[in-house]
């Protein structure tokens, strides 16, 4: 079982990735460069997302082997809301490998703005509530 102090150190990095994210986010418009620092920064965030609710959930007692798991105990434990959005963000992120292909980035980055940054600091608002 995992201990408290676990999660709650992976939290500090989950909220250290998000800060990065954020200040990517700011830009509208982003060179080749910026646009793939800004897909790989959510990329991190994403990760350390899951990592950080099976951290969690272990703590809580759960055991959970896999990212879908992870996302699918989190939606039903009340961790997470729109559980379908969280399973489609883990399944496209194999699009964001392609960051080479211009229309598939600027899909990713669409995505990334108007989709799934939203759940990620949906997420570490309600974690944040966990830790006080």
Do not use: C
Not at 85 to 92: E, H
Not at 110 to 132: G, H, N, V, W
């Amino acid at each position: 079982m995992h201990s408290e102090l676990r999660w709650r150190q992976r939290f500090q990095n989950y909220e250290t990735s998000l800060v990065e994210l954020r200040g990517a986010l700011e830009k509208t418009e982003y060179t080749k460069l910026e646009r793939a620092g800004l897909i790989q920064l959510f990329e991190i965030s994403f990760e350390l997302a899951w990592k950080t609710v099976k951290d969690l959930l272990s703590y809580e007692g759960y055991t959970i082997n896999s990212p879908k798991e992870t996302l699918r105990q989190a939606f039903a434990s009340g961790i997470i809301i729109e559980g379908e959005l969280w399973l489609n963000a883990l399944d496209t992120r194999n699009l964001f490998s392609h960051t080479y292909n211009n229309q598939l980035a600027e899909e990713a980055v669409a995505l990334i703005k108007d989709m799934y940054t939203p759940l990620l600091f949906a997420l570490e608002a309600t974690l944040k509530s966990r830790l006080q």
